[in-house]
């Protein structure tokens, strides 16, 4: 069965987001799940970078993979879900997570982001899990 996502793969991407920010570029990376395999990171191969966009060539998931978590970067502009990311993640459930306020040095405390689950064109935002339980106070 599926355990939690490893926070390590987030705190990965932060310093990946962090990092194409300081070029001013957005950047993207996949958490994917084998019920065989377990979790793995997996940075897509990048087609074109910009400060408001990134281009990827698709994985090609074969065996038992299954994209979980799409997370992708907006540099130092807020977290929020474009219409460019509207159209791709449209076709499988997955879950979204964009990142915003990106910066070399800064901590998940300190940064803009949003999650969502997508599901064939339907899109249910949320609080991130680490954000959720600051505001519980754990």
Same mark, same amino acid.
Request: hydrophobic fraction near 35%.
């Given at each position: 069965?599926?355990?939690?996502?490893?926070? @390590?793969?987030?705190?990965?991407?932060?310093?990946? @987001?962090?990092?194409?920010?300081?070029?001013?570029?957005?950047? %993207? @990376? #996949?958490?994917? #799940?084998?019920?065989?395999?377990? &979790?793995?990171?997996?940075?897509? *191969? %990048? +087609?074109?970078?910009t400060?408001?966009?990134?281009?990827?060539? #698709?994985?090609?998931?074969? !065996? !038992? &993979?299954? $994209?979980?978590? !799409?997370?992708?970067?907006?540099?130092? $502009?807020?977290a929020?879900?474009?219409? /460019?990311? /509207?159209?791709? !993640?449209?076709?499988?459930?997955?879950?979204?997570?964009?990142? =915003?306020?990106?910066?070399? =040095?800064? =901590?998940?405390?300190?940064? /803009?982001?949003?999650?969502?689950?997508?599901?064939?064109?339907?899109?249910? *935002?949320?609080? +991130?899990? &680490?954000?959720? *339980?600051?505001?519980?106070? $754990?």
């Amino acid at each position: 069965y599926c355990k939690s996502i490893p926070m @390590a793969f987030i705190e990965r991407f932060l310093q990946q @987001a962090n990092h194409a920010a300081e070029r001013s570029v957005e950047t %993207i @990376a #996949w958490i994917l #799940w084998s019920p065989s395999k377990g &979790w793995k990171y997996l940075v897509p *191969e %990048i +087609l074109l970078q910009t400060a408001v966009r990134v281009d990827y060539r #698709w994985p090609d998931l074969r !065996d !038992d &993979w299954s $994209l979980v978590v !799409d997370l992708h970067s907006h540099g130092s $502009l807020p977290a929020r879900f474009s219409r /460019d990311d /509207d159209e791709s !993640d449209i076709g499988f459930p997955h879950f979204s997570v964009v990142l =915003g306020h990106c910066k070399p =040095g800064r =901590g998940l405390e300190e940064i /803009d982001h949003s999650l969502r689950l997508c599901l064939c064109g339907y899109y249910f *935002e949320d609080k +991130l899990p &680490w954000k959720r *339980e600051k505001e519980r106070g $754990l």
